[in-house]
């Protein structure tokens, strides 16, 4: 049986000298086998082969040159004495290799893998004709077939164990569950015209095992490409995004599993969290206390061309062979279905031979059917909080040069909830458009950082969504004061967002609902909209407007799925969720009379669920706030009422809604447009840009009559008559009052 624990500390290898002592007295070894075995075939054969054979088969002479160096092929008759030859030089084998001051190559092998003697010597024989061609010939001629240049199992048999007895007996060597074939250490193979026979099955030693015992550098053959070795270097500290108690508690765990340098317990520790949260650094700042060498795995890279199965097993084994950890990257993709059994394969050769393994993935994983025999925990790398992210700000920005203040980096850390990574990852954007920008590169500022950050964070929403690219400021839309001290304290509530919850302790009052949520309501055209817009780039952040009609599915669930991806990716990004006539979606929750009714309901408490748990910004718009469950109005934060503009607000609208460059007529009188015209900001826009294009087609400015033809059409479009006939001058007063008005709410 294997044993239950390795010695972490046996990383040393031999000097070569050493090692190849060892081998060299157990080739001897072999030697001697194959020359007692060779005497033996030939006296009982007492044939002599013919010479027009000559070149197809070997020769008794050619044979003992080979095996006694001697050209000649003479050599002395000790049969009588090559057995007590063979069991001298076995023990001097054995002796020599336990007296060593450190382990041969062969010895490590078989303390790894609990190998008796017949074992070792198994190996031997198929190294021997990795080292020197010869001994695949003298096998060829103790096989009676010049093509079978591979050892079989009968020919180990005959070699190293003398009656039949003993020979049946050591048979269970190479039984599926011995060591030999259970850990791959030799390939077995049926010779083509005697398949099925397990005693004449070729050996071939594994090429790992091979270069393992020769000592040849390298990982095996099939991690190549997906599968890095790091040394053990010096203890490093663990990343400022870990918590210290998730790393105290790791270590400690380490330390008790390989009290005095030997793994008695093989921990399967699966990490799981967003992209940059500090899992690989766990590993390593583990691993550099354990002074263990890792492995690092990447799922995600394994060829599809190689057996997959048999790849991860092999990485099993070599964090074995090192012995190294073993930290396995995007392991969330051997969680599809499709890659059980690789996951199955991994999982099981993880617990019988990686002294210490770390997964690593974005979700959680109870794994209790491949490891409720196994130390097993998973265990959440958290995003840090707020002083932990201004800290991994301040530290990394202590490279270069910046003109961030403190308020600044505070911002950046309540907006963008990053990870250790991903702070990283935008500070690496950041200094690299810098540099793009002129040279010497500038300091850093808030605004190259934004824009950085920004570019980390954007969310893959697909067709759910449509991002909207902000084109206005505070300065273009026309409010009452009060509703615009309103749309700016959403602003301040978002930049402040982390200072208030967490360095204030506000978090634990208030576990739900910690996201920005605001209902905006009123009539078309009001100005909802833009107000999302403006307030997205006062804070620079991505603005995305949800497609209802590909969120909402007329499948049981689909909803659902389509609401938690929306959800899900926008939590990781920090984008602004934007739902315009929301009453589509959070409409009234109603009596329920029949299924429909009973999974519409459903969606909407589903939404509720997802709002609260949501720390982002999320924006509802709604003509008709009566329509929305009063569930979702309770929750919101904000509810600003977007009022009919009246005739002041109309004209500042009017005048506002013209480029500078615009060819306006001397003629145009704004003040008469508001006052004849009572329309909200939407319809006054669409007039602007339709009077523009009439001017243009006619080559000329844009005159009232312009603005007067472009009002007619747009009141057609929207079933409204006017009457617009009557425009005097703005210098006669008494047009001032004007009888016929149009009011569209």
Not at 257 to 286: D, N, Q, S, T, W
């Amino acid at each position: 049986m294997r044993r239950s624990g390795i010695a972490i500390h046996k990383t040393t290898m031999t000097t070569p000298s050493a090692n190849w002592k060892h081998l060299h007295n157990e080739i001897a070894l072999l030697k001697l086998c194959l020359l007692h075995e060779v005497r033996r075939l030939t006296q009982e054969s007492g044939e002599k082969q013919p010479d027009h054979f000559r070149g197809l088969v070997l020769s008794e002479q050619e044979i003992l040159s080979i095996l006694t160096d001697k050209p000649d092929g003479a050599w002395e008759d000790f049969s009588s004495e090559i057995r007590k030859r063979i069991e001298e030089l076995d023990a001097t084998c054995i002796a020599c290799a336990q007296s060593a001051k450190s382990p041969s190559t062969l010895q490590r092998l078989s303390e790894i893998f609990d190998l008796s003697r017949i074992e070792q010597q198994c190996l031997i024989l198929c190294l021997a004709a990795e080292i020197e061609p010869k001994y695949a010939r003298v096998y060829a001629f103790l096989q009676d077939d010049i093509t079978r240049k591979l050892p079989v199992m009968e020919l180990a048999l005959r070699l190293f164990r003398r009656t039949p007895e003993e020979r049946v007996e050591a048979r269970v060597i190479f039984s599926p569950q011995a060591a030999l074939r259970r850990n791959k250490l030799i390939q077995f193979q049926d010779i083509q015209d005697l398949p099925g026979s397990l005693s004449q099955r070729w050996m071939k030693l594994d090429e790992r095992i091979a270069a393992f015992l020769l000592e040849t550098p390298g990982l095996d053959s099939s991690l190549s490409g997906w599968v890095e070795y790091q040394p053990p270097g010096e203890e490093k500290s663990a990343s400022l995004s870990l918590s210290d108690e998730l790393c105290d508690r790791t270590a400690k765990l380490a330390h008790a599993c390989f009290a005095g340098g030997e793994a008695k317990v093989r921990p399967i520790l699966h990490l799981y969290g967003k992209y940059g949260a500090g899992k690989r650094e766990l590993a390593e700042h583990v691993c550099g206390l354990l002074g263990l060498p890792l492995l690092l795995a990447d799922a995600a890279r394994i060829p599809s061309s190689c057996d997959r199965q048999d790849a991860w097993w092999r990485l099993g084994r070599e964090s074995l062979l090192q012995p190294a950890a073993i930290f396995v990257d995007h392991f969330d993709d051997l969680l599809e279905e499709s890659r059980a059994a690789e996951r199955n394969t991994f999982m099981d050769a993880a617990g019988l031979f990686s002294p210490l393994t770390f997964l690593a993935g974005n979700a959680p994983w109870k794994g209790i059917r491949h490891t409720h025999r196994k130390l097993f925990l998973s265990l959440e790398c958290q995003v840090p909080d707020m002083l932990t992210r201004m800290a991994m700000w301040k530290q990394i920005l202590g490279q270069v040069r910046h003109d961030l203040s403190g308020e600044d980096i505070a911002e950046l850390s309540s907006k963008f909830r990053f990870t250790g990574g991903q702070v990283g990852d935008a500070f690496s954007a950041a200094h690299s458009r810098a540099v793009w920008i002129s040279q010497p590169p500038p300091p850093l500022g808030m605004a190259i950082m934004n824009q950085a950050c920004r570019s980390q964070a954007t969310p893959n929403l697909g067709q759910l969504a449509r991002r909207i690219e902000p084109a206005y400021g505070w300065n273009d839309i026309i409010l009452p004061d009060d509703l615009m001290a309103q749309l700016r304290e959403i602003a301040t509530h978002v930049k402040r967002s982390q200072v208030v919850l967490e360095q204030w302790g506000f978090e634990s009052k208030f576990p739900y609902g910690q996201g920005v949520t605001g209902l905006f309501h009123g009539g078309s055209g009001t100005g909802k909209t833009m107000a999302v817009s403006i307030v997205a780039a006062d804070l620079e952040l991505d603005l995305y407007k949800i497609d209802l009609s590909m969120v909402v599915s007329k499948y049981i669930g689909e909803t659902e799925k389509n609401l938690n991806r929306v959800f899900a990716e926008a939590q990781a990004s920090n984008a602004i969720l934007f739902f315009d006539e929301a009453d589509a979606l959070f409409g009234k929750r109603s009596e329920v009379k029949d299924a429909h009714d009973r999974y519409a309901n459903i969606e909407t408490a589903y939404l509720l669920q997802r709002m609260e748990e949501y720390s982002g910004v999320v924006i509802l718009a709604s003509n008709m706030k009566h329509n929305l469950d009063e569930a979702f109005v309770r929750r919101m934060r904000f509810i600003l009422h977007f009022p009919f503009p009246n005739e002041e607000e109309r004209e500042r609208i009017w005048r506002g809604a013209f480029p500078q460059e615009a060819p306006l007529g001397e003629d145009v009188d704004f003040s008469w447009l508001a006052r004849k015209l009572k329309i909200t900001g939407g319809y006054i826009k669409n007039i602007s840009l339709r009077a523009a294009f009439l001017a243009a087609d006619r080559k000329g400015v844009i005159s009232m009559d312009c603005l007067k033809e472009a009002a007619k059409l747009e009141m057609e479009k929207i079933g409204k008559i006017t009457d617009l006939a009557t425009f005097q001058p703005a210098t006669e007063p008494h047009q001032a009052k004007d009888t016929a008005q149009v009011e569209v709410a």
